[in-house]
Nanobody, 118 residues
Framework: QVQLVESGGGLVQAGGSLRLSCAAS????????MGWFRQAPGKERELVAS????????YYADFVRGRFTISRDNAKNTVYLQMNSLKPEDTAVYYC???????????WGQGTQVTVSS
């Protein structure tokens, strides 16, 4: 079992930046990939970005490509999401996930709120 703890959410004005962190503990050796999802009120949870442990192969959803960057520090078992040029439509609860697929994952963090004001 992997435990995930997010941090770094908050309130920011449009055009600003935030960096989310996700610390993993437990059976991290079973984690081949890490990712971030988000869920806005009244909407389904959607995959934002993911990164593989080996090769650092990344995936980005079209709506964040060029603005967000996912990275990981394997020594610290931590994954980051650098969010730049934030828009009000980026407002959501962001969830860290272990071994993410398109609409599911093996483990989830508790979520961190990101609010972008216009």
């Amino acid at each position: 079992q992997v435990q995930l703890v997010e941090s770094g959410g908050g309130l920011v004005q449009a055009g600003g930046s935030l960096r989310l962190s996700c610390a993993a503990s437990g059976r991290t050796s079973s984690t081949l990939g890490m990712g971030w999802f988000r869920q806005a009120p009244g909407k389904e949870r959607e995959l934002v970005a993911s990164i593989l442990r080996v090769g650092n192969i990344t995936y980005y959803a079209d709506f964040v490509r060029g603005r967000f960057t996912i990275s990981r520090d394997n020594a610290k078992n931590t994954v980051y999401l650098q969010m730049n040029s934030l828009k009000p439509e980026d407002t959501a609860v962001y969830y860290c996930a272990a071994n993410p697929r398109k609409t599911s994952a093996d483990a989830w963090g508790q979520g961190t709120q990101v609010t972008v004001s216009s």
